[in-house]
């Protein structure tokens, strides 16, 4: 079983409007900046598009890294991830 502070986070930005896509994108280049910056154990980034109004930045984080991440990047909502790395 997965010690709790070992899990993967997957913290999440929402961008809508009719702009939301290239925001996102520009995003994602300030977020892999702060991945080399903090020296995160994850490198882990990336988009997704929903639709043309909605896209989400995001970020995966080691848990134990989440707090100090969270209260520097303000996310709008995370996850548990699950996905490979």
């Given at each position: 079983m997965e010690k709790i502070l070992d899990r993967k986070i997957k913290i999440i930005w929402d961008f809508r409007g009719p702009n939301a896509a290239r925001t996102a994108e520009h995003y994602l280049k300030h977020l892999?900046?702060?991945?080399i910056v903090e020296e995160l154990k994850f490198d882990l980034s990336g988009v997704e598009h929903f639709?043309?109004?909605?896209?989400?930045?995001?970020?995966?984080?080691?848990?134990?890294?989440?707090?100090?991440?969270?209260?520097?990047?303000?996310?709008?909502r995370g996850q548990v991830y699950t996905g490979d790395l």
């Open positions: 892999e900046e702060f991945v639709g043309p109004t909605h896209s989400i930045a995001y970020l995966v984080v080691a848990e134990f890294e989440l707090k100090e991440v969270k209260d520097i990047l303000k996310p709008h």
